[in-house]
């Protein structure tokens, strides 16, 4: 059974820096492409980031392009994301998922197999 942990969020001000990092087991880590959702307050959830099984490709949201890094360990079977410059906008529950079978890097929710249960990044003005 493939499980997804998400760790890191926690209550920053706008304009700090903080990393996510979600840890899988129970499946080819190395095989999947990997993305962060977010979904805030009484919104629907929406794409973040997307990075592909190798970590050569690499997929950003418009509003996060330039302040948001994916990045992969495949050694630790672990996904990150560095966020600079948080803006209080960015406050939402933050889901990382997995596409399994080396699939390509997407924005769209159903393309992915396997979902963490998320955490919390509160951005306070």
């Known amino acids: 059974q493939v499980q997804l942990v998400e760790s890191g969020g926690g209550s920053v001000q706008a304009g700090d820096s903080l990393s996510l990092s979600c840890a899988v087991s129970?499946?080819?880590?190395?095989?999947?492409?990997m993305g962060w959702f977010r979904q805030a307050p009484g919104k629907e959830r929406e794409f973040v980031a997307a990075i592909s099984y190798s970590g050569q490709s690499t997929y950003y949201a418009d509003s996060v392009k330039g302040r948001f890094t994916i990045s992969r360990d495949n050694a630790k079977n672990t996904v990150f994301q560095q966020m600079n410059s948080l803006k209080p906008e960015d406050t939402a529950v933050y889901y990382c998922?997995?596409?399994?079978?080396?699939?390509?890097?997407?924005?769209?929710?159903?393309?992915?197999?396997?979902w963490g249960q998320g955490t919390q990044v509160p951005v306070a003005s």
């Open positions: 998922a997995a596409e399994k079978f080396y699939g390509v890097v997407q924005n769209s929710q159903s393309g992915y197999d396997y």
């Open positions: 129970g499946g080819r880590f190395s095989s999947y492409a």
